[in-house]
């Protein structure tokens, strides 16, 4: 019998039903920590700073520290500027930060809190502090953490950046935006690199290959160190890794701009805040997750440094193409249903779709309608493939209806966020925890999807839930339909031979049976 | 470099040995706060530690909000449809908040936002609150709905109360605003909140005190089960409970609770004023208790047993208090080797269970050597600077910072806490008990006794801390 679901079709459609999204200054916050001796106080109520910090420390295994204003009542009605203010200077006491990330939310949003000028006073109050302030809009109410994340590099650009280029003696800048060509022979230029919400890990494996392609590169934000940080003597609680200050300031003067990201919101980008502020031309790569787009990235850097491909990352390419030979066919079973914030999907689907794992469910939490539309003709393609009819691609997806889609669409595999476990639980289905936020599972900060061995450790992960799934199952399977539906049903009465002694007699001596008839005899 | 102490902050730090009341000089003087001036400044009086008070900006405070307090309080009503009106951050933050469990449905393990958008804010979420309130009861005809009104909701001025009024006529079932607005004080007011709810459920039916029978328990959330523990003691004891409060309730047995003859209360911080409430506007009487340690337990079911079911129920008390402790004993006496003479540092949410931490920890032979709470009351700081030693540092609504200090100072082994300090502790090389509303297994009872001291004993004496 049927389960009734939490959310059936056309059920709850003013309610969202379990949310596989988070809040604009979850992202804020995250990208913050990519920042060396940055941290950041939410201008609001007190909760907004602790469920974030708590959200984010069972993902990242570390301590997360976020200050709040801790807006009263009082502070609601006639603005919160004095909050405010202690706030920053108790947080410069705590903490001695070089940089604070000061966040409206939705609150402060609300009642038009001024932040640009109250910063403003609050330096007219403080004339020698050299705490570099960068204010960000984050009302909840907009977007999600996604979107949150890179509001934060875009605000920090347009903050840091202005002053920083009229001191420096640029070289003159391309301004077309495909310049890679024109710029590959010239060395000692710099890249900045702008990363998505990518995991620690994955951040650390960007590092590693800019190292090996020996580029000099702005990496923004880099959070590799300050949210899966190594064991130390004594514990230092300002987040004192990640880029610097003085690198964000040099990153108007690079030669070029590489962005990996695929579906940013208009006037998100902060490659495009780059170019319009100091004219530095940008390339826009879809983060490396799968084959495709790994090689568009190597390509990209081997173009940009004048370096060959190293020896070492082509054979994990070669290691990966043997991989999805030897996993196609079990892959081929994959029903996928894949969610999380827009990049994930995006990649995760492309990554599914080239191993021949059918993406029958592809969900963002956050409201993005260029999704379907970039990823719809490859779905497709897989689709047909394998003869799946019915697929879907959605945005600001709930958990009830990705557990209705899920079981409509027949999904055998569930890829995303450790919030999918109780469809997993309620319907038996495996879930791969691979995306923000993972509670429930240790490692989220080590999570490995970008380049060759990141994405082979992922899909080694999906191969091996399906087989995983198919080794516990099939027997109990084959049995409840060729035996026990069979042979444990009562027969319908047997009927002995009409005549016993002619039906012996033309029952024939066994033949060796390949062997021609001609020469038995 | 050594953690500062904002001088906002000072009021809220002591020491243990108070006794007297009075501040007592006890305050910052006796701190050693070395690097912060001005010691002891705004010692209120009676308890000698500022608290209750709003939580300093900028401080990292480890509190969360007003409509948190309400949530976490409500949330274990199993077959509510708890609804929250706001931007989405508010729900999914606080999805399926408690580990508490249910003996029926999972309705309130869900998530319900009305995720206000832009043009909510805008326009106002009213009609799209009412329209969700329509579509619960379409779907899962709840006997009871609660609305949550958080900040955004709070400000933009929707009137919360009306929509769910007109629910209530609409659909004849109950529809309970909580307008919890975060801005409006810390969490304890959310917890009277809460309380104020409840009250409304009961509408206010008191009930012949000739006719009560049965207790309800209050400031249990049913976590690992606890409460089916507790509760399997009392059958023994052979009192029967109504209802928890909020631990695995339904609207069913909520709604019998104002039947009881006495209340008990475990949780006072959360409980503490509707307790209070009950008692003045339904006539039950209330008890404190508290099941966690083995002391607290024996003590709890015995005044318990005493003030309900007097001389049978209190020799069947005894009784199995002493079954218990005859069976814990053995245990607890090859615990105590291993952990007796290590320090604690304990930071938790409310005060009653910071007491019961204490004397657990003193029952296997652990000092304490810090203690904390987000929400304390003074009554409370007042018993628990009385039961630890005079460099026991006292302190409420802590941060990293603090924590972390005092820590160190103390020179904690383990640190009991919430899932945010988890891994401070692990960064400072200070072992970890989970003692918040995610765990997985019962800390309550006498069973919890023995898990408490298998968790202590996991963290604080893993080979690990050998190798870093």
Redesign the interface.
């Known amino acids: 019998m049927k389960k009734p679901l939490?959310?059936?079709k056309d059920?709850?459609?003013?309610?969202?039903?379990?949310?596989c999204?988070?809040?604009m200054?979850?992202g804020v916050a995250t990208a913050a920590y990519g920042l060396r001796g940055c941290l950041t106080?939410f201008h609001?109520?007190?909760?907004?700073?602790?469920?974030?910090?708590?959200?984010m420390?069972?993902h990242?295994?570390?301590?997360?520290?976020?200050?709040?204003?801790?807006?009263?009542?009082q502070?609601?009605v006639y603005g919160g500027e004095a909050?405010?203010h202690?706030?920053?200077?108790?947080?410069l006491?705590?903490?001695k930060p070089e940089v604070i990330c000061v966040a409206n939310t939705?609150?402060a949003e609300?009642?038009g809190e001024d932040l640009p000028a109250m910063l403003q006073r609050w330096r007219e109050k403080h004339p020698r502090a050299r705490v570099q302030l960068v204010a960000v809009p984050a009302?909840?109410?907009?977007g999600?953490q996604f979107q949150g994340h890179f509001r934060f590099l875009t605000a920090l650009l347009r903050t840091v950046l202005p002053a920083a280029t009229a001191a420096v003696d640029r070289q003159p800048i391309a301004t077309s935006q495909d310049v890679t060509r024109s710029t590959t022979s010239v060395k000692n230029r710099q890249l900045n690199v702008i990363c998505g919400p990518a995991s620690p890990a994955d951040i650390r494996f960007i590092k590693r290959l800019l190292t090996a392609f020996k580029i000099k590169a702005v990496l923004l934000p880099d959070y590799s160190d300050n949210l899966d940080?190594p064991?130390l003597a004594a514990?230092d609680?300002l987040p004192s890794d990640g880029t610097t200050l003085a690198q964000v300031r040099r990153m108007g003067s690079a030669a070029h701009t590489l962005e990996l990201a695929s579906l940013l919101a208009p006037g998100d980008s902060p490659a495009e805040a780059l170019q319009e502020l100091c004219g530095v031309p940008y390339t826009r790569l879809n983060p490396p997750v799968g084959l495709r787009d790994i090689d568009a990235l190597l390509a990209f850097l081997s173009d940009f440094s004048g370096q060959p491909i190293p020896a070492e990352l082509r054979a994990e390419r070669g290691r990966y193409l043997d991989a999805m030979v030897d996993s196609h066919k079990y892959n081929a079973e994959g029903r996928a249903a894949i969610f999380g914030d827009p990049d994930f999907c995006y990649s995760t689907a492309r990554m599914c779709v080239e191993q021949g794992i059918v993406p029958v469910v592809v969900a963002c939490g956050s409201p993005c309608p260029s999704l379907k539309e970039r990823l719809i003709d490859e779905v497709e393609e897989v689709a047909e493939r394998f003869l799946v009819d019915k697929w879907i691609i959605t945005d600001a997806a709930d958990f009830?209806d990705i557990e209705r889609l899920a079981l409509k669409f027949k999904a055998n595999l569930l890829i995303g966020s450790s919030?999918g476990r109780?469809i997993a639980e309620a319907h038996n289905l495996p879930l791969v925890r691979c995306t923000f936020p993972i509670h429930d599972h240790i490692g989220g900060q080590r999570v490995r999807t970008y380049g060759y061995e990141g994405s082979l450790s992922l899909i080694d992960k999906l191969t091996n839930a399906l087989l995983e799934r198919k080794e516990t199952s099939f027997r109990p399977a084959i049995r409840a339909e060729f035996y026990d539906a069979v042979q444990l049903e009562p027969a319908a009465p047997s009927i002995a031979a009409a005549h016993p002694a002619e039906a012996a007699k033309s029952v024939q001596p066994l033949r060796p049976c390949n062997l021609p008839e001609t020469a038995a005899g | 470099m050594p953690a500062v102490i904002l001088k906002e902050r000072q009021a809220s730090i002591t020491r243990g040995g108070a006794g007297s009341g009075a501040g007592s000089g006890a305050g910052g003087g006796g701190c050693g706060l070395g690097g912060a001036a001005g010691t002891g400044q705004g010692q209120p009086s009676g308890a000698g530690i500022a608290c209750e008070q709003a939580s300093v900006a900028g401080s990292v405070s480890q509190r969360a909000c007003v409509f948190c307090g309400a949530r976490v309080v409500l949330n274990p009503i199993t077959d509510a449809f708890h609804i929250v009106h706001g931007p989405i951050g508010c729900a999914s933050y606080t999805w399926d908040i408690r580990g508490s469990m249910s003996s029926s449905g999972e309705l309130y393990r869900h998530s319900f936002s009305t995720d206000m958008g832009e043009t909510d804010v805008v326009f106002g979420g009213e009609r799209k609150l009412a329209r969700a309130i329509d579509e619960a009861v379409a779907a899962h005809h709840p006997p009871l709905i609660f609305v949550y009104a958080t900040c955004i909701a709070g400000v933009i001025g929707d009137d919360v109360a009306a929509v769910c009024k007109a629910a209530e006529q609409r659909h004849q079932i109950r529809c309970i605003p909580v307008q919890a607005p975060g801005f409006s004080g810390h969490k304890a007011i959310g917890y009277r909140l809460a309380g104020d709810a409840l009250m409304r459920l009961f509408g206010g039916q008191a009930c012949p005190r000739e006719k009560a029978h049965g207790i309800n328990f209050l400031g249990d959330f049913n976590l690992a089960g606890e409460q089916w523990i507790i509760r399997n003691y009392l059958k023994e004891l052979g009192i029967e409970v109504l209802t928890g409060i909020t631990g695995d309730s339904r609207y069913e047995t909520l709604m019998r609770a104002p039947q009881a003859a006495l209340n008990i209360v475990q949780c006072a911080g959360s409980m503490h004023n509707l307790a209070r409430r009950m008692h003045d506007e339904l006539g039950i009487p209330w008890i404190s208790v508290s099941f966690y340690g083995v002391e607290d337990t024996a003590d709890s079911l015995l005044r318990l047993a005493e003030a309900y079911g007097g001389a049978q129920a209190a020799a069947r008390a005894r009784a199995l208090c002493h079954r218990e402790r005859e069976r814990l004993a053995p245990v607890l006496k090859r615990y105590r080797r291993r952990l007796g003479g290590r320090r604690a540092a304990i930071y938790v949410g409310g005060g009653f269970k910071a007491i019961s931490l204490i004397r657990q920890f003193r029952e296997l032979g652990m000092e304490t050597v810090m203690v904390g709470t987000q929400t304390g009351r003074p009554e409370d700081y007042e018993v628990i600077r009385s039961i630890v030693s005079p460099d026991c540092v006292v302190l409420d609504d802590a941060n990293p910072a603090e924590l972390e200090r005092f820590m160190i100072e103390g020179g904690a082994d383990i640190l009991v806490g919430g899932v945010k300090e988890r891994p401070l502790a692990y960064k400072l090389g200070v072992a970890f008990c989970d003692h918040n509303h995610e765990r997985k297994h019962p800390l309550a009872g006498f069973v919890g006794v023995q898990n408490f001291a298998e968790e202590i004993n996991a963290s604080m004496n893993s080979p690990v801390w050998s190798y870093v």
């Open positions: 939490v959310k059936e059920a709850l459609v003013s309610l969202n039903v379990n949310p999204k988070q809040c200054p979850l106080i609001g109520s007190q909760g907004c700073a602790t469920y974030i910090r708590r959200h420390a069972t990242y295994n570390e301590p997360i520290d976020i200050a709040s204003s801790s807006l009263t009542e502070g609601t909050n405010l202690k706030g920053i200077d108790n947080l006491k705590l903490y939705c609150l609300t009642i009302p909840g109410y907009i999600s940080r064991r514990y609680r009830g919030d109780r």
